[in-house]
């Protein structure tokens, strides 16, 4: 259950390309490639580590999934995502709790023990910021016995700000620390953690102190930068690694000094990004990631 | 230099309609209308507070706008805006203080003394964020002095996180509040304080205790909406009070408790209440008043 060490592949294990030893491609990035394209992608290229999303999984099953990464000697570094536990009713609880059980097993079959979760926004028609952020504590409390269980963590996101309403109702670090450490009190499990992504976390005035208090819960730290002009809808706005204005190598630092020894995983969504052929899109994601953050 | 009660209008002060005592216009909300024509649309309104622009106010000059709004009775709950005190070298540095020094006269002249500080964003090609932050607090140094000297209080507007970049790197009310303490240790001028803007700080967990330790520094209390989605660059994406997903009338409470007894200040940016006659942004920006906040 601890961070797997990036910089000694096991045996059958992928070994990495110089200067990438713990890169991680998150399937976000290429987002038109299938899961067998971007394991293939990741091996021709040296890149040790691969973040799956839960919709690419689907296209081939979990179990096909796992022996597709299994045999190319990648790591899984984490499976996206769970959550979305904000809704108000009994029956939308617990289709939400059902679901992020699901998305356990799949993680345990897929061999990640992180299970990444963006925790929902306010639920249709409400204003109750206070009661959706009481909501998704109460479903970590229900979800995290079951996911010890299965060997799998669930690693809170702290979305940004500008997702508060619609995607994820945890919006700092801090907050996502206090979550995991009222599930830890309730529960008696502290296997919840927390993802740290530059983008959602880079603007905040703690982010330095928080990375530091999380020693031992950061699950996985994502990575990529903050562009502008924002996009409509914001969602899209991210860039690679050293186009935007976010400091990441100190972010990397601070994380590497709390102790995390995982995967750099690098998500971006941004519509250009996924425009240009999955090749391309790695090439510039291995080449950011030597120049920017093969030395922290 | 205290609040203004905004609920027993002095003499040759404007009388309230009912329900709107305590109610400010920001003429960023009706940009359509010249100073003159918001003043009266004010006036027939019975809306007794008004919060100015400089660029607005440069239309006329600040002694012809300060006869203006004295006239008609109004009281100017706030300039808008000083700040942009990220500049990296001694030359910007010096002409923002500069204007800045211009904008506190111009709060004097106006007869207010609230001037409101969007701090700015990160200078250009710059990544360093703690840097542009210390800028902020030794700039603040600087000014503190000679706004007192004039009577009138620097008020530090934290903007949402989406902000920080090009904006504003003061991104929380937390941050906020220490920049002011840091002033008071650094000078003794105790006058620095704080805008609440429900857009901008709804999201935070720490919102209410941050509010409740603004006690004293609450120098500015402004009003409007998050709606969905956010238009491109965001800047424009609020909304009038009660189209959106803040629960206004919680933090309106939450400022109450703190002890603020001045004006709501109502500033909407968004092209399409830019784009309906002033006439028409004002009476629905009053119903919305009577119908969310005249009994906070």
């Known amino acids: 259950m601890t961070a797997r060490p990036a910089a000694r592949p096991a045996a059958g294990r992928l070994a990495a390309a110089p200067g990438l030893e713990g890169l991680s491609l998150n399937t976000a990035t ?9 394991v293939d992608g990741c091996v021709r290229a040296g890149v040790p580590g691969i973040g799956l999303w839960r919709d690419r999984v689907a296209e081939t099953g979990a179990a096909e999934a796992a022996r597709l ?6 790591t899984v570094t984490s499976l996206c995502r ?35 979760l963006v925790c929902g926004g306010l639920p249709e028609g409400s204003r109750d910021l206070p009661g959706a952020r009481r909501a998704v504590a109460d479903a970590l409390a229900e979800l995290a016995p079951f996911a010890k ?33 009222e599930v830890e009190a309730r529960t008696g499990d502290d296997g919840v953690g927390v993802v740290v992504d ?6 905040d005035p703690q982010v330095e102190e928080q990375i530091a208090r999380a020693a031992g819960r950061i699950l996985a730290f994502q990575v990529c930068d903050w562009t502008l002009p924002l996009p409509a ?3 899209l706005g991210r860039g690679h690694v050293g186009d935007g204005l976010i400091d990441i190598p100190r972010l990397a630092a601070a994380v590497a000094a709390a102790g995390y020894t995982g995967f750099t995983e690098v998500e ?29």
Chains 1, 2 share one sequence.
């Open 82 to 116: 769970g959550g979305f536990l904000t809704a108000p009713d009994a029956a939308g609880r617990a289709a939400a709790l059902e679901d992020n059980r699901r998305a356990v097993e799949e993680a345990a079959t897929l061999g990640t023990d992180v299970l990444v």
């Open 198 to 203: 530059t983008y959602h976390v880079w603007w």
């Open 69 to 74: 990464v299994r045999e190319a000697g990648l």
């Open 30 to 38: 290429t987002k038109r490639w299938t899961l067998p394209e971007a």
């Open 149 to 181: 269980e299965h060997g799998v963590r669930p690693a809170i996101e702290p979305l940004h700000p500008m997702f508060c309403a619609d995607r994820a109702v945890v919006s700092t670090l801090g907050q996502a620390l206090d979550l995991a450490e």
């Open 233 to 235: 809808d914001a969602l």
């Open 268 to 296: 971006i969504f941004n519509q250009e990004v996924w425009d240009t052929p999955g090749e391309q899109a790695l090439r510039t994601l291995v080449e950011r990631h030597r120049t920017h953050l093969a030395r922290i």
